[in-house]
C-alpha cells in the first residue's frame, strides 16, 4: 500500500486532495480515503480557499473547510492545509476591491489569523502563498501584486508564522517542473521572502503534468535540489499526470506509469522532498477534464476504483 511504501521509502506521507463533497456521498470512495496505510495525508480540494472560508469581509465559515480535517483527524493521517493567498477562488470583495497598500494588508492579515487560528494545531504544512509567477516567469498580476508589488510575499508569511509558529509555511506553484523562467523565479521568490527576514519553510510543486512530456526522473531531481539547496524542504502537493486526448490507448497508460514513477522516484532521490500528495486518486473525480478541454484519466485508479499501471509503477519505486 502507497503510503507505508513511501514511509518505508524515507518520506512522510504519500497523500491525496479529497473533493468536499464525495465525502458523504460515496462509500466506496471513502473506503480508500480512509486506509491510512494507502493514503497517510489528505488536503482539502476547495473547502479552505478564500471564497469558501471568507466570503463576505469578516465573515468567517468554516463548513466546507472542516469536511477534510475531520476525516484526516478520525484516521491519524497528516494534513496540508490548502491556501491562504490565491488570485483564483478568490471572492470579488477581495480581487475587484481599490485598496491601499494598508487596507489590504489589514485584509491579508485578519484572513490568515483567522483560518489558521481555526486549524490551529491541525496542519503539518500551510500553503500560504498559491501561484504567484506566471508561466512565462514574470510575477503574475494579480491584485496582490498590483497593490504591493512582491512585499504581499514576505508579508503573507509573518502573518502565518504569527498565526500558526508549529506548521510548515510553503510557497506552492505548477509547472516548476520544467526548470525554465518559472523554477529561476521561485528560486527568487525563495530569496525574496527570506532577504525580508520572513519565514519560509517549504516549496510546493503540484505536478500538474501531461503523459509523455514530464521531465525525467534525473531532471525532476535537479530542479527538486535547487530548492533544498536554499534550506527549504519540498514536496509535489497536486500530482496528476493527464493524457491529451481519451480513451488512453495501453501503451500511454504505461507511458503514465512510467511518469508517475519518475516524479516519485525524484522524490525518493532528494533528502528534503518530504511527500507526495495525488490530486485525487481516481479518475472518477477530477478536476482535469473540466480544465484541460478533451484531456483527463490522469489519476492513478480507474473511475471503477481498480488501480492502474500507474499505481503499479508508483509502488516499484517505493
Ligand atoms: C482546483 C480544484 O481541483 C477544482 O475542484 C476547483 O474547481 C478549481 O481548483 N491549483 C491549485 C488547486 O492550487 O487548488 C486547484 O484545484 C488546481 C490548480
Redo the contacts with the bound molecule.
Sequence with gaps: QLNSLAVAAGLKYFGT?V?ESAVSSDSAYMAIVNNKNELGQLVA??GQ?WDATEPSRGTFSYTQGDIVPKVAKANGQYLRC??LV?Y??LPNWVSSGSWTRATLQSVIETHISNVMGHYIGQCYAW?VV??AIADDGTWRDSVFYKTFGTDYLALAFNAAKKADANTKLYY?D?NLEYNGAKTDRAVELVGIVKKAGAPIDGVGF?G?LIVGSTPSRSSLTTVLKRFTALNVEVAY??LDIRHSSLPASASALVTQGNDFASVVGSCVDTTGCVGVTV??FTDKY??VP??FSGAGDALIYDKNFAKKAAWTSISSVL
Design positions: 486532495a473533493g480540494e476547495n480557499k490548502h491556501t490565491w483564483s477562488q500553503d498559491n501561484e506552492n505548477y503540484q500538474h502537493t497536486e490530486w485525487g477530477s478536476w473540466n480544465t
